[in-house]
């Protein structure tokens, strides 16, 4: 365990993952009031551009008018918008600023979660959550910043963020699939595409 600004973190003896203690999550009111500060447009070029760090490599690899969903896409869905001009379908879902559950009771051929699997107060389920949504042959794509050294975990700008709870390095997401049965690349720093096998039907 390592404690630091009085919040201990655990880590995960399989997956190296390292999360905050469960009991010291911050409320659902907290962490909507931290992510209303949050300055996001999805016409902000900056912002279009960093969503492009797991926007252009996952399009590579999709189908034509591929359907997909964006889950946990937040009060501006940028990169819904990104893969909507390239000519898919998406879907949103947010717990907080899109909470309609038609969303998640459909499967798509691709599922993105940037930047909010660092939220996950249940990281396991709701990962079971996404890739039941993905179809054989689909792609899970997350992107969140990768925990490389415990060393400098004290110091790092993520953790600062009292609403990111876990911390993923990339062995987390390869262990993720490996488990599964699918395959997983990292194809630029904090992106990982994960596809399940074709034929490979989602539990249900």
């Not at 404690?3 to 973190?9: E, K, P």
């Not at 689909?138 to 876990?166: E, K, N, S």
Request: with cysteine; hydrophobic share 40%.
């Amino acid at each position: 365990m390592l404690s630091v600004d009085g919040r201990d973190y655990w880590r995960c003896a399989r997956c190296a993952a390292r999360f905050l203690d469960p009991r010291q999550h911050p409320s659902r009111d907290a962490e909507f009031a931290e992510y209303r500060k949050h300055q996001n447009d999805v016409d902000d070029p900056d912002y279009r551009r960093f969503l492009r760090k797991l926007a252009d490599p996952l399009l590579l690899r999709l189908a034509p008018g591929a359907c997909g969903l964006d889950f946990g896409c937040g009060p501006a869905p940028a990169l819904a918008a990104l893969l909507r001009e390239a000519g898919h379908r998406v879907a949103l879902y947010d717990p907080l600023f899109c909470a309609h559950p038609e969303p998640l009771r459909h499967e798509y051929d691709f599922v993105t979660c940037t930047e909010a699997a660092e939220h996950f107060h249940h990281p396991a389920e709701e990962f079971d959550r996404l890739m039941n949504r993905v179809r054989p042959g689909g792609w899970l794509a997350i992107m969140t910043c990768f925990q490389t050294d415990d060393a400098r975990f004290a110091d790092w700008h993520y953790r600062r963020d009292p609403t990111h709870v876990v911390f993923y390095r990339e062995h987390t997401l390869r262990h993720l699939a490996d488990a599964r049965g699918w395959s997983c690349e990292i194809p630029v720093k904090d992106v990982a595409l994960l596809r399940r096998p074709p034929g490979v039907a989602p539990a249900r």
